[in-house]
């Protein structure tokens, strides 16, 4: 069983900053790609971020320049530090993994519960 969990979320005041975090535990063999995605009241879920098991990143364009993604591959964990927050971006944050658990096999998606971020002052 695999598991994501999520941190970091809270309340902030517009153009401030906080870093969620996300752990994936439990039994596998390796983590592909790891993303952030958010999903605001009343619409649908977007990726904000995603970052390959190399290092390689892609971004929303609405976050380029004031969110950057990266993982610790020895902890299994994937960081989103976000500065200059905007009051769009209060939404529930969900982590996902490709998360290969037997070798050889492909990867199948786990979602964490998600953490909230509000933007308010």
């Known amino acids: 069983q695999v598991q994501l969990v999520e941190s970091g979320g809270g309340l902030v005041q517009p153009g401030g900053s906080l870093r969620l975090s996300c752990a994936a535990s439990?039994?596998?063999?390796?983590?592909?790609?790891m993303g952030w995605y958010r999903q605001a009241s009343g619409k649908q879920r977007e990726l904000v971020a995603r970052i390959t098991s190399n290092g390689s990143t892609n971004y929303a364009h609405s976050v380029k320049g004031r969110f950057t993604i990266s993982r610790d591959n020895a902890k299994n964990t994937v960081y989103l530090q976000m500065n200059s927050l905007k009051r769009e971006g209060t939404a529930v944050y969900y982590c996902s993994a490709g998360v290969v658990t037997t070798a050889p096999g492909l990867p199948y998606d786990y979602w964490g519960q998600g953490t909230q971020v509000s933007v308010s002052s």
């Open positions: 439990g039994r596998f063999f390796s983590i592909n790609a």
